[in-house]
T-cell receptor, first 112, second 114 residues
Framework: ELKVEQNPLFLSMQEGKNYTIYCNYSTTSDRLYWYRQDPGKSLESLFV?????AVKQEGRLMASLDTKARLSTLHITAAVHDLSATYFC????????????FGKGTKLSVKP | DAGVIQSPRHEVTEMGQEVTLRCKPI?????LFWYRQTMMRGLELLIY????????DSGMPEDRFSAKMPNASFSTLKIQPSEPRDSAVYFCASSPSGIGLIQYFGAGTRLSVL
């Protein structure tokens, strides 16, 4: 059974600081996604990572994937308040488009 | 495109009543997914369809839950009878075919069963 673990689950940081969210998964997968969810809102796609060593960046967020270590990271550079949200990683399994397992999410709070 | 459209946005019902949640996927998307989100269990896949055919319903918690997709532009998730432990936010998502393509989520239906 595929398990996806994120840490930390809660993260409070000051504006301007850097931090990394980690996503570990337990079995081989060919796709990993990062989503953002604002309170009371839907999930918004941030990144999809398809291969070992893949790195994608959008603004202050950068995601990477190490399939050998079964680890993805979401790095936040010079955080701003607008980045406050819950971030989920999701991993596919079974070779099917449909089977995504989500992590518990990391609730990020950026304070001035 | 209007995105994935779910209705209703909020539903409050009493235990034992039938509840029907509705979803209109993005036009042209071949896949449709139903998820449930709770504080305790996080985000769980309930069922998904490909070209209107249910592919995997192993996440459906009990026989009280059923889902249909009569055509490419409409799906329902029904709970009958509803129970308080069904209270959650239910999301519908759709995706085009192909490896690595993103699932686009609707706004969700917040269900409260009293």
């Amino acid at each position: 059974e595929l398990k996806v673990e994120q840490n930390p689950l809660f993260l409070s940081m000051q504006e301007g600081k850097n931090y990394t969210i980690y996503c570990n998964y337990s079995t081989t997968s060919d796709r990993l996604y990062w989503y953002r969810q604002d309170p009371g809102k839907s999930l918004e796609s941030l990144f999809v990572l398809l291969s070992n060593g893949a790195v994608k960046q959008e603004g202050r967020l950068m995601a990477s994937l190490d399939t050998k270590a079964r680890l993805s990271t979401l790095h936040i550079t010079a955080a701003v308040h607008d980045l406050s949200a819950t971030y989920f990683c999701a991993v596919s399994y079974g070779g099917s488009q449909g089977n995504l397992i989500f992590g518990k999410g990391t609730k990020l709070s950026v304070k001035p | 495109d209007a995105g994935v459209i779910q209705s209703p946005r909020h539903e409050v019902t009493e235990m034992g009543q039938e509840v029907t949640l509705r979803c209109k996927p993005i036009s042209g998307h071949d896949y449709l997914f139903w998820y449930r989100q709770t504080m305790m269990r996080g985000l769980e896949l309930l069922i998904y369809f490909n070209n209107n055919v249910p592919i995997d319903d192993s996440g459906m918690p009990e026989d009280r839950f059923s889902a249909k997709m009569p055509n490419a532009s409409f799906s329902t998730l029904k709970i009958q009878p509803s129970e308080p432990r069904d209270s959650a936010v239910y999301f519908c998502a759709s995706s085009p075919s192909g490896i690595g393509l993103i699932q686009y989520f609707g706004a969700g239906t917040r269900l409260s069963v009293l």
